[in-house]
């Protein structure tokens, strides 16, 4: 997690301190890869919370998320990472998926003390 964090801080600190053109899109694309790592915890969670439920409910999640996640996903490669600077690519889906990584990692670190804690009050 603190490695994912610093990589990405790095990374961000360096495009501003020389000044360089892609410094908003890594930023930008940090924020897009922490949003995509909560997406994916809020998903794995429901997705554990349909054991018991009737298969109605489980075709009614389903078609939710592929309803809105496929339209999404194609407008954003299409109209967003389609059309940037090719040079800016690498480094934008680098810092993405630090994000991601970094969400993860962090949410699962607060989930396990969270467990712990509650633990050691029991």
Known sequence: MSCMFLIALGAISKS???NEDIKLFLLVFFIVGSGL???RIFVNNSIK???GKGWKSKVLFFTILLGVGLPFQTWF???VLFSMNSEYLPGSIFI???GIIFM???FSFI???MD???LEIV
């Open 96 to 98: 993405m998926v630090t």
């Open 49 to 51: 919370k349909m054991k």
């Open 37 to 39: 790592g909560l997406l």
């Open 104 to 106: 993860t990692t962090f």
């Open 77 to 79: 490669r299409t109209k």
């Open 116 to 118: 712990k804690s509650k």
């Open 16 to 18: 501003f301190i020389l």
């Open 111 to 113: 989930k396990d003390s």
